[in-house]
């Protein structure tokens, strides 16, 4: 035995997507800049054949190695792509998830009002019901929006949008669309799993390199206060797991860095309100698809459904205490946006107040709720509306690319 003194303190990571489930491909990983990475479980079940003896057949009796799993957890900070494609939007769209990606739209937006904006029919065929938009005037403020209603052949020759809150500025020709990817919910296997790389240790002899394939991924953004920089963090389960005494160095990350919660707005039935802090668990309950096929006796893993929740601290306001008695239906909008190409935002089509309660942050009073987040049916109807079966989804994340 060689022990090995590998300070666990040090720690990097890196991943790739698998063409075959459990299967590390080899090459092409991206690095992460991630914090708070827990050390990996290396899980064996050790099976227990049970064998009964006589008193006198005292041999050992082996336990038999049965399949491998694990799990670990790890932080990254939420941040738009900076021109590309969000490393965080490759890793979310696989958990329970659909990524609809939508291209720059460079001063195609012909006109709107404050809630609608139209384009010809040419210029947005990646548009529909349940995605993000984000506005991005010649002049005036930018704005993070939630699609719920598309009317088609209005104007002529043209497609009209609705969205879920007033815009900051309204939209007019020549004004653009940011590059965006939009999250949702989507029950179902999931389409493509992982093979992560954690690094532990630093030195060229002590250092520890462990490849987990078969990966599936849950997400949360971390509750974030005002001036704090929005987390996700991620729980990945694996299928399988290698251990290797590796002095590979992780390649390079260039994602561009984060941007704290500041000049960031939250609506609440499309009306701007103050919040100390936001966060979010869409509340995605993944397991695992046995089949005796595979390896480890799974074959991958499976979206059952979605819980969302959303947090939030408002200051007190009497009207949300009627909201609540009123079961009103509230629309929730948060958006955070630096630039036109690093931004994103989270739209909640239909919660409603469960809990009010009340609570001092410093000398202030501040509501405590808990929202639950229901299904807001299809987009509304409208002449010549084609979208009129379009689910509204439960929730979506915005993240610009």
Known sequence: MTARYIVSEYKALSWVEESTFGTDPGSGYTAMRASNISIPEMIQEMLSAGFSKSEDERGPDKAIPGAKGGKFTFDVPLRGG???????????????????????????????????????????????????????????????????????????????????????????????????DTITPKTGCISKSFTFKVYLGQSATDRLLLSLCGCCISWKL???????????????SYDNWTATESNTTQVADASPVAYPVISSKLYVAGVAADTKNIGFDPGLKLDEYLATSGANGRQNWFASESEP????????????????????????????????????????????????????????????????????????????????????PKWAIGITA
């Open 222 to 236: 971390k509750t974030t206060e005002a001036k704090k920089l929005p987390v996700v963090e991620f729980s990945v």
């Open 82 to 180: 900076g021109g590309a494609a969000s490393v965080l939007t490759n890793l979310m769209e696989h958990c329970g998830t659909l990524k609809t990606s939508q291209v720059v739209k460079t001063g195609l937006i012909d006109g709107g009002s404050s809630t609608t904006f139209y384009m010809t029919t040419t210029d947005c065929a990646d548009l529909a019901v349940g995605q993000m938009v984000m506005h991005v005037p010649a002049t005036g403020t930018k704005s993070m929006r939630l699609i719920t209603k598309v009317i088609t052949g209005t104007p002529s020759q043209s497609n009209t949008y609705t969205v879920n809150a007033a815009f900051s500025t309204t939209p007019s020709s020549g004004d653009t669309l940011a590059a965006m």
């Open 309 to 392: 929740k959303i947090d939030f601290e408002p200051l007190h306001d009497s009207a949300l205490i009627t909201g609540m008695s009123a079961a009103t239906i509230y629309d929730l909008l948060f958006e955070s946006i630096k630039d036109a190409d690093e931004a994103w935002g989270i739209a909640v089509h239909a919660a409603q107040i469960e809990k009010y309660g009340l609570g001092p942050d410093g000398k202030l009073l501040r509501a405590k709720i808990e929202w639950g987040v229901t299904d807001p049916g299809k987009a509304d109807a409208d002449t010549g509306n084609s979208n009129v079966t379009a689910n509204i």
